[in-house]
T-cell receptor, first 112, second 110 residues
Framework: DVKVTQSSRYLVKRTGEKVFLECVQDMDHENMFWYRQDPGLGLRLIYFSYDVKMKEKGDIPEGYSVSREKKERFSLILESASTNQTSMYLC???????????FGPGTRLTVT | KNEVEQSPQNLTAQEGEFITINCSYSVGISALHWLQQHPGGGIVSLFMLSSGKKKHGRLIATINIQEKHSSLHITASHPRDSAVYICAVLGGGSNYKLTFGKGTLLTVNP
């Protein structure tokens, strides 16, 4: 079974802090994704990476950056957290020859 | 306007009922995902389909490419089926980006 894990289920940070969200997959997938999920807005793509050190902006990249130094790990960075970044963050991965994405359990981030 | 529309937004059923959730999309697609999310939980992939019909246990997914429409059916519904069901399409010129519907909240009462 594909396993996608995220470093924390719940996280509380203060405004202005630098926040790191980590995602690890164990199936040698080339593609990895970061989404945020908000009530009434659904899932929106922040960034994705199609291979190591490769990244592309999604629909809402402002205020975020990413890092993919190893194939299995994709990090989402909030350089200076703000209250409007309070959300559920979901990571996903897929093999580049397959359409199906596998999701992690999510990190519920609260910025106070 | 979201390119992926789901209906209904909310659905309440009695245990044992047959359930249908619909998804319509406006762009050409490579594939369509049906996803399930339990309250407070992560997202689980139920089906990925490009044509025809797929069945897994009590769940059936169909897609009509010409009509740009997909349905998710649950037979003999059970309270543990209570969850948000999300339709997502891969297409619109991208092989990476999923476009998501807003989800259908299903509640199955015992």
């Amino acid at each position: 079974d594909v396993k996608v894990t995220q470093s924390s289920r719940y996280l509380v940070k203060r405004t202005g802090e630098k926040v790191f969200l980590e995602c690890v997959q164990d199936m040698d997938h080339e593609n990895m994704f970061w989404y945020r999920q908000d009530p009434g807005l659904g899932l929106r793509l922040i960034y994705f990476s199609y291979d190591v050190k490769m990244k592309e902006k999604g629909d809402i990249p402002e205020g975020y950056s990413v890092s993919r130094e190893k194939k299995e790990r994709f990090s989402l960075i909030l350089e200076s957290a703000s209250t409007n970044q309070t959300s559920m963050y979901l990571c996903a991965s897929r093999h580049q020859s397959s359409y199906e994405q596998y999701f992690g359990p999510g990190t519920r981030l609260t910025v106070t | 306007k979201n390119e992926v529309e789901q209906s209904p937004q909310n659905l309440t059923a009695q245990e044992g009922e047959f359930i249908t959730i619909n998804c319509s999309y406006s762009v050409g697609i490579s594939a369509l995902h049906w996803l399930q999310q339990h309250p407070g939980g992560g997202i689980v992939s139920l089906f990925m389909l490009s044509s025809g019909k797929k069945k897994h246990g009590r769940l059936i997914a169909t897609i009509n490419i010409q009509e740009k429409h997909s349905s998710l059916h649950i037979t003999a519904s059970h309270p543990r089926d209570s969850a948000v069901y999300i339709c997502a399409v891969l297409g619109g010129g991208s092989n990476y980006k999923l476009t998501f519907g807003k989800g259908t909240l299903l509640t199955v009462n015992p």
